[in-house]
Nanobody, 121 residues
Framework: QVQLVESGGGLVQTGGSLRLSCATSGRTFSGYAMGWFRQAPGKEREFVAGISWIGLTKGYADSVNGRFTISRDNAKNTIYLEMNSLKPEDTAVYYC??????????????WGQGTLVTVSS
């Protein structure tokens, strides 16, 4: 089982930026694609971005494409989500998880606690 620990959330104004981190431990995440998901109040959890093991393949939800960038540091077992031009509709709890591949955003592990991002208007 992989443990997932998200961090980096906070309160930011519209147009601002944040960088989220997801540290993994336990069974190695070596060889797996990883993804970011989010859940806004009263809504279902949705896929945000995914990255392949090597990092050459990335995919984004239409709502964040061009504003968010996913990356990973395999030596540190950590993935990141750089979020720019934030909008109030980006307000949500953000989670990371292993996924089968970019384009198949099914979570493979138990969810971590997530990190809350709040964008004020």
């Amino acid at each position: 089982q992989v443990q997932l620990v998200e961090s980096g959330g906070g309160l930011v104004q519209t147009g601002g930026s944040l960088r989220l981190s997801c540290a993994t431990s336990g069974r190695t995440f070596s060889g797996y694609a990883m993804g970011w998901f989010r859940q806004a109040p009263g809504k279902e959890r949705e896929f945000v971005a995914g990255i392949s093991w090597i990092g050459l393949t990335k995919g984004y939800a239409d709502s964040v494409n061009g504003r968010f960038t996913i990356s990973r540091d395999n030596a540190k077992n950590t993935i990141y989500l750089e979020m720019n031009s934030l909008k109030p509709e980006d307000t949500a709890v953000y989670y990371c998880n292993r996924i089968p591949k970019v384009g198949s955003p099914q979570a493979l592990d138990a969810w971590g606690q997530g990190t809350l991002v709040t964008v004020s208007s």
